[in-house]
C-alpha cells in the first residue's frame, strides 16, 4: 500500500495581461512621435532645399505648424488603439492625409490591427492606407511624380511590411497563450490525478484498516457483550472471556500501529512489522474464532500451497476472514465451513458458509456492508469473482473465485 504525498499545490501561471503596461504603452507612443518626427524633418528638408526660396505648390503653415499638432493629436489617439481599433486604425490613417507627423502613429496603429490577425479587419485598413499615400503625393508634390501605378505599389509593399510585422507578433501572442493554456491544463489534469490518487488512498487505507481492525475487534465486542449480559458465568469462564478481551484488545493496538507505521513513512518498515497474513496463518485464525466460540469445520484441497502467488494467498485470508467475522456478527453460535479448493492452472475457490442462526445477532457489532464491498474490490483487482447471499432461506455463502496460474 502506497502512500501519496504532495507538498504545497504549484500555483498556476498568471495569463498574459490583456492590458499593457505604463511602459510597453509609453514605448509605443515614443516609437510613433520618433517615426512621424523622422518623416516630417525629412518632408521639411525635401520641400524646402532652400531657405530663402518656397517652392511652388507647398503650404509652408500647413507643414511647419498644422502638420506636428496634427501629429500630436494622432499620437494621442494611440491609447484608444485597444478598445477600438479599426477606429482608430481610420482616423489616424486620415490625419495622414493633412500630417506627415500622424505617420508614426498611423503606422503603430496598423501594426496593432495586424496582431489582432482578423483579415477582414487587416485588408480594408491596408487598402486605406495605400489609397491616403497616394492621394498625399498627389496633393502635395515634392518632386517628379511616378506613375500612379508604381506609387501604389511602394505604397503597398511599405504597408505589406507594417503588417507582416504586426501579424508575426501576433502569432508570437498567440503561441505564448497557447503555450500558457497547455500549462494550466497539465496543472489542472495534475491536480485532478493529485485529488484521484489521494481518494484511491483512502479507500486503501479504509479497507486495510478494516481488514486489520474489524476481526480484533468484533471478538472483542462479542466477549464484552457476553460479560455483560452473562452475570452468572462461572469464574473460569469469565478469566477466559477477560483474557480474550485484553489479548484482542492488545493485538488490534499493535495490528493499528503497525499500519499507522507503514503509512507514516513507507520507508522505514523493517524486519520488526510482521508480515502481511496470508493463508499460511490460517490455522492461527481458525483457532482465534474456535476460541471465540464460533465452531469451524476446515475442508482443505489445495495441492502445492507453497506455489501459490503471495497476492492471491493474502486475497484469499482476507475472504476467509471477512467470512468468519461477519458469521460471528450476524449468525452467533452458528456452525462455520470453510472450504478451500484449487491447484495451479485451475484456480482457487474459497468458500465460507453458515447455517442462520437462532440465537439473536449482537446488536452492539455494527454492519454497514463496507467489508464486503472492498473484499469485492480486493478480488476483482486480483482478478477473481466474488458471490455472496442466502441460499434458500437458512444457508449464507460467501464464495471467491482467484486465479492461480502455473
Not at 476446515?298 to 484469499?316: C, Y
Amino acid at each position: 500500500m502506497g502512500v501519496v504525498t504532495a507538498g504545497a499545490e504549484t500555483p498556476l501561471p498568471e495569463r498574459i495581461p490583456d492590458r499593457m503596461t505604463w511602459w510597453t504603452s509609453t514605448g509605443r507612443v515614443l516609437l510613433a512621435l520618433l517615426i512621424g518626427g523622422g518623416l516630417w524633418l525629412v518632408t521639411i528638408a525635401v520641400a524646402f532645399p532652400d531657405s530663402g526660396k518656397e517652392p511652388a505648390g507647398v503650404r509652408p503653415l500647413l507643414m511647419v505648424v498644422v502638420d506636428p499638432v496634427v501629429g500630436v493629436l494622432a499620437t494621442g489617439l494611440l491609447l484608444l488603439r485597444r478598445r477600438l481599433p479599426m477606429t482608430t486604425g481610420v482616423v489616424t490613417t486620415l490625419l495622414t492625409l493633412v500630417s506627415t507627423c500622424a505617420v508614426g502613429a498611423q503606422t503603430v496603429v496598423l501594426c496593432s490591427v495586424a496582431t489582432r490577425q482578423r483579415w477582414r479587419e487587416i485588408v480594408p485598413l491596408t487598402l486605406l492606407t495605400v489609397a491616403v499615400g497616394v492621394a498625399y503625393t498627389r496633393l502635395f508634390p515634392t518632386g517628379e511624380p511616378l506613375p500612379l501605378w508604381a506609387e501604389a505599389l511602394i505604397g503597398l509593399l511599405l504597408t505589406a511590411v507594417i503588417v507582416a510585422v504586426g501579424y508575426s507578433i501576433g502569432s508570437r501572442r498567440a503561441l505564448v497563450r497557447a503555450w500558457v493554456d497547455r500549462a494550466h491544463t497539465a496543472l489542472a489534469e495534475q491536480r485532478a490525478r493529485v485529488a484521484q490518487a489521494r481518494a484511491a488512498e483512502r479507500t486503501d487505507i479504509a479497507r486495510e484498516m478494516h481488514d486489520v481492525l474489524a476481526h480484533r475487534i468484533s471478538l472483542v465486542s462479542m466477549h464484552a457483550g457476553l460479560l455483560a449480559y452473562r452475570e452468572d458465568l462461572p469464574e473460569e469462564e469469565r478469566r477466559s472471556a477477560v483474557a480474550a478481551i485484553n489479548d484482542n484488545a492488545h493485538a488490534a493496538l499493535t495490528d493499528l500501529r503497525e499500519v499507522l507505521g507503514v503509512l507514516r513513512d513507507p520507508d522505514s518498515v523493517s524486519d520488526s512489522v510482521a508480515p502481511q497474513a496470508d493463508l499460511t496463518m490460517l490455522e492461527d485464525l481458525i483457532e482465534t474464532t474456535r476460541a471465540a466460540g464460533t465452531g469451524v469445520v476446515l475442508d482443505e484441497d489445495v495441492a502445492d500451497l507453497d506455489t501459490l502467488p503471495g497476492s492471491i494467498s493474502r486475497t484469499a485470508y482476507r475472504v476467509v476472514q471477512e467470512g468468519l467475522t461477519n458469521a460471528r456478527k450476524h449468525a452467533p453460535g452458528s456452525l462455520v465451513r470453510l472450504t478451500l479448493h484449487g491447484s495451479a492452472g485451475q484456480g482457487l475457490e474459497v468458500a465460507v458458509t453458515n447455517r442462520r442462526s437462532v440465537a439473536q445477532p449482537d446488536a452492539q457489532v455494527p454492519g454497514a456492508g463496507l467489508g464486503l464491498l472492498g473484499l469485492t474490490e480486493r478480488v476483482e483487482l486480483a482478478g477473481g469473482e466474488l458471490r455472496h447471499g442466502w441460499e434458500g432461506d437458512d444457508e449464507h455463502r460467501l464464495v471467491a473465485r482467484l486465479p492461480w496460474r502455473p
